[in-house]
C-alpha cells in the first residue's frame, strides 16, 4: 500500500492506515473513518485477524458489502470455521508452501539468509464492487 502511494506520489494520509492492534484500542477512530468514507471506502485488510476484526464494525454500522464498502484481505479467511457473507475477494497466499520451505531452510541451511518469493493467487469473490470513477478533467 505504502510503495504504491509513493510509486504514483500520492501523499501519504496516516489516519488511514489502522493496524491490528490499532483497530483493538481504537475502534470508535476506525468506526469514525468508516462512517466518514463509507460509499468511497475499500478496506485492504492486512490479514484475516484483520479481516475478523473490521467485519463486526462494519455490520454494526449496517454497511453493506459491496454496496456501500469493498473489502479485500491479503489472506484467505474463508475456512470451515470463517464464512463471512458475502465472501471476501482475497489475495491468497501459499502459506503452506511457505511453511515448508521455510522449516526445510532452518533445518538445511548454514545460517544463511535466503530469500525466496512465492506467488500469490488473486481470489474474485463477491466484497469488492466496481469503482465508478470519473478522471478529472484535465485543466489547460
Not at 484483520?50 to 473489502?71: E, M, Q
Not at 545460517?111 to 478529472?136: D, G, H, M, T
Amino acid at each position: 500500500y505504502l510503495s504504491a502511494l509513493k510509486t504514483y506520489d500520492i501523499p501519504i494520509n496516516e489516519d488511514f492506515i489502522f493496524t491490528d492492534e490499532l483497530l483493538m484500542a481504537t475502534r470508535a477512530k476506525f468506526e469514525k473513518f468508516l462512517i466518514a468514507a463509507a460509499s468511497t471506502a475499500v478496506i485492504a485488510a492486512s490479514g484475516s485477524y484483520c479481516t475478523i476484526l473490521v467485519l463486526p464494525v462494519i455490520a454494526k454500522l449496517g454497511l453493506k458489502i459491496p454496496d456501500k464498502l469493498s473489502l479485500i484481505c491479503f489472506d484467505d479467511i474463508a475456512t470451515k470455521d470463517v464464512q463471512p457473507d458475502p465472501p471476501i475477494t482475497c489475495v491468497k497466499m501459499p502459506l503452506e508452501n511457505m511453511g515448508r520451505a521455510a522449516t526445510s531452510h532452518i533445518i538445511n541451511s548454514n545460517n544463511q539468509i535466503l530469500r525466496q518469493i512465492f506467488p500469490a493467487e488473486l481470489v474474485i469473490r463477491k466484497s469488492c464492487a466496481a469503482l465508478n470513477y470519473k478522471a478529472p478533467i484535465p485543466v489547460e
